[in-house]
């Protein structure tokens, strides 16, 4: 069965960083796209950050040059290193695994979820 586990989620000033790890299990997913998305209350899933199976990144314009996507195909996880955070970027953060290596950039093309885990961010 396949499994993503978020963690590293918190609470955190603003201007601060935190650093969200995804761990898969259940199969790898080296040769996969994966990404990370949020859902701030109220609104929509967004995707935030994504990386190929070949290690090409894509990062959406509210998080370009403060956040940065990895993976550690080794290990089967992948990070978000999160920096110089503001109150907006506080949601729950999801990872996804598509099926695809290919970065998707909506919801319905990642087949693998996790659970979410939840930053907030204090002005």
């Known amino acids: 069965q396949v499994q993503l586990v978020e963690s590293g989620g918190g609470l955190v000033q603003a201007g601060g960083s935190l650093r969200l790890s995804c761990a898969a299990s259940?199969?790898?997913?080296?040769?996969?796209?994966m990404a990370w998305f949020r859902q701030a209350p109220g609104k929509e899933r967004e995707l935030i950050a994504a990386?190929?199976?070949?290690?090409?990144?894509y990062y959406a314009d509210a998080v370009k040059g403060r956040f940065t996507i990895s993976r550690e195909n080794a290990k089967n996880t992948v990070f978000l290193q999160m920096n110089s955070l503001k109150p907006e970027d506080t949601a729950d953060y999801y990872c996804?695994?598509?099926?695809?290596?290919?970065?998707?950039?909506?919801?319905?093309?990642?087949?693998?979820w996790g659970q979410g885990t939840r930053v907030t961010v204090s002005s």
């Open positions: 996804a695994a598509r099926g695809s290596g290919l970065i998707g950039t909506m919801t319905s093309m990642y087949d693998n």
């Open positions: 259940g199969r790898t997913f080296s040769g996969n796209a």
């Open positions: 990386i190929s199976g070949s290690g090409r990144t």
